[in-house]
């Protein structure tokens, strides 16, 4: 078929080349967002005098009915169509003729991509915060009904003090939270309109750009034609959220597979978000959650895929560009799938206290609240953090632990420890006395859940 951009060339293009150029198998999705884009800018040519109301009428409710037959399955995406932008008009003008034709004034395909990117990438951005909002909402339910669950908390992946398991899993909710605000944040950038920039330099016709931008629902316009067409900064910055999203949903997973292993046994994940082995029966593997640190490569990938195609290049518009859409709709695509996977697998997981709080016990994670405790005795920190590690050292070489130490052992380290100690290091009251601004304390966790309450 003759291009519709046939004029200095034929436009019978060498085969290979063709189907090398198309990008209709991957920007096909976007047929929405360049229908509806095409319809505002029907009524603006129309409203500023630059085509007649009647052909604006035909022109959109014909793209109305190409919605709809697409939607319908009536109509199918032709696969050997150079891009969804140029096949919708090759429909639109087969349906209504010349009419069909007018549609293109005072725009290029340059400007047309980009404002259909943005559309879709404005929706995806609230798709995706919603998804968000799931998962903090079932970290935040799982830290409601286990509140006052002891574990172990670590550094360097050792025992280093008890904290509670809601805490825990606050903290993941913080990251979570804070990725909806970065991409509520990379939204106000997306949601600024290029169409009318045309293909470099804007047009001559007599354009309402703020118009246009307004029935799309747009917060503004792009002031620089040349930069409306060569910006690609919101899929980066969106691509950056989403790979810090995944780079939390990857931790969170890692805790995942560490805490339902043999050695860990923190939590069991239901049936539902687990698999089998086809050898070993006895096996419950973790796939979702490996799948989700697994995939955080590749996310990073479309991330920096897109860093590179866009390095280099000179303004305005270069082909390179259509290398945008398959890296950010492989990322959009694989962050919403984690995600969606993520929530129900969070909710449904079950606790195992006791494990958490037998291991708890061990790794004299208490070891602070001692040399804490001498403090309050009056000793300074340094002397009763050296008094805290012998008595410490002297419990691994006897087979004591910080609880079962008998009060005239302890009086051999130091004259200030009294039958008070006990008190002091039970894993529950380390806890507990944790209740500075964001610490591991009840209170300070139900401060925390009030706090994500309100930001939901
Ligand atoms: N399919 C192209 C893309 O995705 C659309 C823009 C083409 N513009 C052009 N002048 N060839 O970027």
């Known amino acids: 078929m003759a291009k519709m951009w046939a004029g200095r060339t034929a436009g019978d293009v060498n085969e290979l080349a063709d189907s090398f150029n198309s990008s209709i198998s991957f920007d096909s999705r976007l047929y929405k967002q360049d229908i509806t884009g095409s319809m505002a800018h029907a009524a603006m040519l129309s409203a500023q005098g630059i085509i007649s109301s009647d052909d604006a009428d035909s022109i959109i409710s014909a793209l109305k009915q190409i919605l709809q037959d697409i939607e319908s399955g009536n109509l199918q995406i ?60 079932a970290l935040k339910t799982q830290a409601e009904k286990n509140i006052d669950v002891i574990m172990p908390g670590y550094t360097h992946l050792q025992h280093a003090q008890p904290v509670l398991f809601s805490h825990y899993m606050l903290a993941y909710a ?29 047009t001559t016709y007599d354009t309402d750009r703020a118009l246009e931008a307004k029935k799309l629902g747009f917060d503004s316009v792009c002031l620089n034609s040349l930069d409306g067409v060569s910006d690609r900064d919101f899929c980066v910055e969106l691509l950056s959220s ?136 009056g000793l300074p920190f340094r002397d009763a953090y050296k008094i805290s590690g012998s008595v410490v050292a002297y419990c691994i070489q006897t087979g004591h632990i910080l609880e079962d130490l008998p009060l005239s052992e302890y009086k051999k380290f130091s004259t200030l420890i009294s039958d008070d100690v006990y008190q002091a290091i039970d894993l529950a009251n380390c806890v507990q006395k944790r209740s500075s601004e964001g610490g591991t304390s009840t209170e300070s966790v139900k401060k925390q859940l009030a706090f994500l309450e309100d930001a939901l």
Request: charged share 30%; hydrophobic share 40%.
């Open 78 to 137: 032709d696969p050997k169509a150079e891009d969804i932008h140029m096949f919708v008009e090759q429909v639109l003008t087969e349906r209504i003729g010349d009419t069909g034709k007018k549609l293109h004034t005072a725009r290029s395909r340059n400007d047309q991509v980009a404002l259909d990117l943005r559309l879709y990438l404005r929706d995806y951005a609230d798709e995706v915060s919603s998804l968000l909002k799931d998962l903090v909402k």
């Open 174 to 202: 913080m990251m979570f939270l804070r990725d909806i605000e970065r991409i509520k944040d990379c939204r106000k950038r997306i949601n600024v309109s290029p169409i009318g920039c045309c293909a470099l330099a804007g």
């Open 242 to 377: 989403l790979s810090l999203v995944m780079t939390h949903l990857s931790r969170l997973s890692e805790e995942l597979i560490l805490w339902s292993s043999q050695e860990f046994s923190f939590i069991e994940l239901s049936d539902d978000f687990t698999t089998g082995s086809s050898i070993m029966p006895q096996k419950k593997n973790p796939d979702m959650a490996e799948l989700c640190r697994g995939k955080t490569g590749r996310v990073y990938g479309d991330l920096m895929g897109l860093l590179t195609t866009l390095k280099g290049l000179p303004l305005a518009y270069n082909k390179d560009m259509q290398e945008d859409k398959e890296g950010v709709f492989d990322a959009c695509d694989t962050v919403k799938m984690c995600l969606s996977v993520c929530a129900p697998m969070i909710l449904s997981m079950k606790i195992n206290k006791e494990n958490m709080l037998e291991s708890a016990k061990k790794g004299f994670m208490n070891a602070t609240d001692l040399a804490d405790y001498l403090v309050i005795k």
